[in-house]
């Protein structure tokens, strides 16, 4: 049993299921970009394997996370009423539907590039080459990966600022449906 504050307004609350798959999906996604933007600065060697290896088995598991998210959603979520009516509903829905589809792109893109180039996890286990190996064939498949990786972290990013405004500018205690 959930045991509110009095001072604290009550809120309605997502299901803690739906709450845990939005900020293990918010915790890949900053890791995977952090780790796709620094991995390259590290030496040729192990550290550098290890660290596209991580990037690659982090981006399976949001992979799953994602499935597992919509499916959850679909079925058993907790559904709550929306905390705006017209334009901004609209907004957010939106929001939320380019995001989901932005993250499937970047998780179906970073498989195809694995596949494409033959990817070796920590030096121990080849991901199966599907493709020719061309140089520039895999140098687009990684540009478009990292364009609908860059277009989700500012996505994402603009979908934080918003819930802030909710919060903090407009006080209708939005967050705390998020809150565990």
């Known amino acids: 049993m959930l045991i509110q504050n009095p ?3 009550q809120t309605a609350r997502y299901d803690l299921m739906t709450i845990w798959l939005h900020w293990a999906t918010v915790a890949l996604i900053v890791l995977l970009w952090v780790i796709g933007q620094t991995a390259d600065w590290a030496p040729r060697g192990p550290l550098r394997t290890g660290l596209w290896s991580i990037h690659v088995i982090l981006g399976l598991a949001t992979g799953v996370v994602l499935l597992t998210r919509v499916a959850w959603r ?5 559904a709550l009423p929306p905390s705006d009516n017209g334009m901004l509903h609209a907004t957010a829905v939106a929001t939320h539907l380019v995001l989901y589809i932005l993250l499937a792109a970047v998780v179906v893109l970073g498989i195809i590039d694995a596949s494409y180039r033959g990817f070796n996890l920590f030096g121990v286990w080849s991901v199966p080459q599907l493709g020719a190996g061309d140089a520039a064939t895999r140098h687009n498949i990684n540009e478009w990966h990292e364009l609908a990786a860059n277009l989700t972290v500012l996505v994402a990013f603009l979908h934080a600022m918003a819930a802030l405004v909710h919060q903090y500018v407009w006080r209708d ?3 705390n449906r998020m809150r565990p």
Do not use: S, W
């Not at 679909?74 to 907790?78: K, L, P, V």
């Open 173 to 175: 205690d939005l967050l």
């Open 74 to 78: 679909a079925h058993f979520g907790r």
């Open 7 to 9: 001072r604290e307004p």
